[in-house]
């Protein structure tokens, strides 16, 4: 490792660099600043691909670079801690993509002696990479090529074994519809603005590890009583039984109660069918097996099985997002065509959320003739008709007809479309919004707006905490919350790449991670410390966004048109849509908060604050423009 002193543990020294243009491998020694200084995870993320990445380059062009990165926590005794980020220059979106996978694939990294890959280039033909601590190797993928992710897990463990970590991609991202995902473990799934994508313009189809060294601790004892104690804090946890029980599903109901369930392309925020694809109803009826990512003690994912109709028999991993989307939001009210349109979308590697997004989109064109049965050729589309859903979503994993257009994401395919389609778009920056719908949750609406990577609620998840606050409200409140979620849940848990749902559904105390991060680096960081990061990290994904752009206006930062425009029609809340006069206040009190200008550019200061030399000059450019 360079710089001076020795790291004691948590990271293990290397970075992996392949460029599958030149068909080379390299192996570079961890810097102990980027270390130290960002972390892992998305810190790593942002810094390698704001120093490396050509300004403006295409996404989809063999330069642009996917970073694989785990944090100092990841693969180690820390309870969760089997996550990984997966990151690039978004072919979706244009800005700042990641997403961060559950997989085994963190832990064989680092126990192959790599902390992070860095990938660049494309293959003359298909390949995949083959990863242990004795050989690091490009090999041929052109067996694997066309299989759905499903079949080339399978083939990868006949040839490898049962004991590896990998992330693959599906047909979709090989033939670049712009969300593709990767797979890992036949239903976990990573990198929502489009990094499968970006892997498939390099025709790199999957990423195997398979290591076996230790992953060294600074103080070993410290590190296994805390992870006991959270072991044993979780497992008798009041919460905990319903929790493996049922996972995100359970906020199926709770999304219904509060009028915020994505209905018919975010039009209703209820839907009467509801019960039919809960999480009680999965639980009691679906369920076979629960699952778990690596080093996991209150494992939450649901391995479903359809019982009844055409689809008797299809398994599927599903999670809240995947039914909401696949689910209420295209007027499918049966967990058996919910489970088929997960597998199906699961197999073709394709973000779930965008593509049920994207489904939902044409068929309320089509009902409010928009586009025509000529555009479709010839598919009757409609809420819930299962055949049509399927076919459509097979024309937009092969490119064909309207699938073409679709492909590109909504709000590309908005543009194509012309005339109102834009209104019903439901995207933040070209990422369609995950399964909250917040035409009566400005907070929430907020956290879209300013989510790092577009309409993703990962970083700042207040929805809940809004309806107990206040759903109502304008304050200072919502947008110091807002922040608050995004350094603890978009920083803290991304740099250290570890699961963050024993924090946020079983209340584990926050002071646990600067203990374990101190027992396992032997580095003392306060909570404090990582927010500083957090925001600085912030402020350079914004800057990369600006730069890529060449530009910034406000209006990126705003939630979808639909929510300001199209009331809601139907629950509680019926009759409300978001006020553009309250949005802009929030809008103007976040950039305050977070020293940026009123169009949402961070301010010379902000960026001096960080030591982030390099983003000034780039917005000092756009400033004199
Ligand atoms: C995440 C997004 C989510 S978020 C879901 S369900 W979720 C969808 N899952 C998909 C899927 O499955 N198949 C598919 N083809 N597409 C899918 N798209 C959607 O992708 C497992 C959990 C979940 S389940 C969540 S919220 C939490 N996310 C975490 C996070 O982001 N960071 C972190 N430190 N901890 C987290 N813990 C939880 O992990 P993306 P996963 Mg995901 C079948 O990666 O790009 O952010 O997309 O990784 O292991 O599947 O997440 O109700
Ligand atoms: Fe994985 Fe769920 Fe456990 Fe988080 S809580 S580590 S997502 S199994």
Redesign the pocket.
């Known amino acids: 490792m360079n710089g001076s002193g020795e790291i004691k543990g948590g990271w293990v020294g290397k970075i992996l660099r392949i460029d599958l243009s030149k068909e080379q491998i390299k192996e570079q020694p961890l810097d102990k600043e980027l270390a130290l200084e960002w972390i892992g995870g998305r810190g790593w993320a942002i810094k390698i691909l704001w120093d490396e990445l050509e300004p403006g380059i295409d996404p989809l062009d063999p330069e642009n670079k996917v970073v694989i990165a785990t944090g100092p926590l990841t693969g180690t005794i820390v309870p ?1 801690s089997g ?1 990984v980020v ?1 990151a690039s220059k978004s072919p979706l979106t244009g800005g700042y993509g ?6 085994h694939l963190g832990h064989m990294l680092k126990m192959s002696g790599y902390d992070a890959i860095v990938i660049e280039g494309r293959a003359k033909k298909p390949v995949y990479l083959w990863v242990t601590p004795n050989e690091v190797e490009i090999k041929d993928a052109s067996h694997l090529w066309g299989k759905s992710t499903f079949e080339t897990e399978i083939i990868l463990r006949e040839d490898h074994g049962n004991d590896i970590g990998s992330i693959v991609i599906g047909p979709g991202a090989e033939n670049l519809v712009k969300y593709g ?1 990767v ?2 473990e036949y ?7 489009g ?1 499968g994508t970006v892997l498939g313009s390099k025709r790199l189809k999957a990423i195997v590890a398979h290591g076996w060294n230790d992953i060294p601790m600074a103080d070993v004892d410290s590190a296994f009583d805390l992870a006991y104690e959270i072991r044993r804090y979780l497992m008798s946890n009041s919460g905990y039984r319903k929790w493996v029980e049922q ?2 599903m359970m ?1 199926i109901e709770w999304s219904q109660e509060a009028n915020v369930l994505p209905t018919y392309n975010f039009s209703e925020g209820v839907f009467d069918e509801y019960m039919n694809i809960g999480g009680e109803t999965m639980a009691k009826e679906y369920k076979l097996l629960k699952k778990g ?1 690596f080093s996991c003690a209150m494992p ?2 649901n391995l479903t099985v359809a019982r009844f109709g055409p689809f008797k028999g299809t398994w ?7 039914v909401g989307m696949l689910g209420s939001n295209i007027g499918v009210g049966s967990m058996d065509n919910v489970i088929k349109l ?1 597998r199906i ?2 197999e ?6 965008s ?1 049920g997004s994207a489904v939902g989109f044409a068929i309320e064109l089509y009902k409010r003739g928009i586009i025509t049965k000529k555009q479709t050729d010839g598919l009757e589309l409609d809420w819930g008709n299962m055949d049509a859903i399927i076919t459509l979503i097979d024309r937009i994993v092969k490119r064909e007809g309207i699938g073409k257009i679709l492909a590109e994401g909504v709000k590309k395919a908005a543009e194509k479309i012309g005339g109102e389609a834009i209104k019903y778009a439901i995207h933040v920056k070209g990422l369609e919004v ?2 909250y719908d917040c035409h009566a949750a400005p907070a929430m609406a907020l956290s879209y707006g300013t989510s790092p990577i577009g309409a ?3 970083d700042a998840w207040v929805i809940s905490w809004e309806m107990r606050y206040g759903r109502e409200k304008v304050d200072r409140n919502k947008v110091d919350k807002v922040i608050e979620f995004q350094r603890i ?1 978009g920083g803290l ?2 740099m250290l ?5 024993p924090w946020i559904e079983l209340a584990l105390d926050l002071e646990y991670y600067p203990k374990l991060f101190k027992a396992i680096t032997g580095y003392d960081y306060a909570l404090d410390r990582f927010y500083f990061i957090a925001d600085k990290v912030y402020n350079l994904m914004r800057v990369f966004w600006i730069r890529e752009y060449g530009h910034w206006k406000r209006e990126y930062d705003y939630p979808p048109r639909k929510w300001f425009e199209v009331p809601l029609s139907k629950g509680p809340m019926a009759g409300m849509k978001l006020s553009k006069e309250d949005y802009d206040r929030l809008l103007d009190m976040y950039y305050e908060a977070r020293g940026w200008d009123r169009n949402g550019v961070p301010k010379i200061s902000t960026l001096e604050k960080f030591g982030l030399t390099d983003a000034i000059k780039v917005v000092e450019k756009i400033s004199t423009k």
């Open positions: 969760s996550k997966v990641d997403g961060n996978i559950g997989s995902v797979i890992t239903g976990r799934a990573g990198g929502r603005p990094i996972g995100t906020t990512c939450c994912g599927a991993e599903i999670d809240y997002e995947n997960n979308a699961d073709a590697g394709l973000d779930t959320i593509l995950s399964a993703h609620h990962k849940r848990f991304e790449t570890v699961c963050r749902l």
